[in-house]
């Protein structure tokens, strides 16, 4: 399996624009997990999926932040409109085993 | 509620010296522990873990014991290399319920030749 993926690797926008990150979980996973990793606050979970049912959301920062997740194969994190503060990375991870997480190489969001 | 709570980087050794990144933790019941690690430009990864009390965990030249009676789970190594430069990550997860990673704040490896 080539492991869960991530897109795009890179991402700089303007302040007000919206973004869409994009996450491909491994295979028959049943959850799907959105992190975001910043210097200041460490890796914070922001919402999980449970076979494609937002379970909790309560980690994401504002109404501004988004996520679904219409199929097994396919999730997305939406910020609109993303601001400077934004700026971190983000990661997707999917689990079967309830205990370990397989984490995407992230992708790094630059707002200016 | 659960937490993890692991020594401040970063930590700086010389190549072959010995490594020990420290990790407490405050849970109910009894969870299951990890160790994953984050190399420069990519995801964390699972490294070793351990379920219950006085088990080990091992993989890489890494281990680390889970001591319930201390609530730790020490990470070590008895030689380390430059490839080992990463962050790490001690969590928990398994109690009240729930199977949710709780994960430490990380804790920086840089290994000089």
């Known amino acids: 399996d080539a492991g869960v993926i991530q897109s795009p690797r890179h991402e700089v926008t303007e302040m007000g624009q919206e973004v869409t990150l994009r996450c491909k979980p491994i295979?028959?996973?049943?959850?799907l997990f959105w992190y975001r990793q910043t210097m200041m606050r460490g890796l914070e979970l922001l919402i999980y999926?449970?076979?494609?049912?937002?379970?909790?959301d309560s980690g994401m920062p504002e109404d501004r932040f988004s996520a679904k997740m219409p199929n097994a194969s396919f999730s997305n994190l939406k910020i609109q409109p993303s601001e400077p503060r934004d700026s971190a990375v983000y990661f997707c991870?999917?689990?079967?085993?309830?205990?370990?997480?397989?984490f995407g190489a992230g992708t790094r969001l630059s707002v200016l | 509620g659960n937490s993890v709570t692991q020594m401040e980087g970063p930590v700086t050794l010389s190549e072959e010296a010995f490594l020990t990144i420290n990790c407490t933790y405050t849970?109910?019941?009894?969870?299951?522990l990890f160790w994953y690690v984050q190399y420069p430009g990519e995801g964390l990864q699972l490294l070793l873990k351990?379920?219950?009390?006085?088990d080990k965990g091992s993989n890489k030249g890494f281990e680390a014991t889970y001591r319930k009676e201390t609530t730790s789970f020490h990470l070590e190594k008895g030689s380390v290399q430059v490839s080992d430069s990463a962050v790490y990550f001690c969590?928990?997860?398994?109690?009240?319920?729930?199977?949710?990673?709780?994960f430490g704040r990380g804790t920086s490896l840089i290994v000089h030749p």
């Open positions: 969590a928990l997860s398994g109690t009240g319920g729930s199977y949710i990673p709780t």
């Open positions: 295979s028959g996973h049943d959850y």
């Open positions: 849970a109910t019941g009894y969870p299951s």
């Open positions: 351990a379920t219950k009390a006085d």
């Open positions: 999926f449970n076979n494609n049912v937002p379970i909790d």
């Open positions: 991870a999917s689990s079967l085993n309830k205990n370990i997480q397989y």
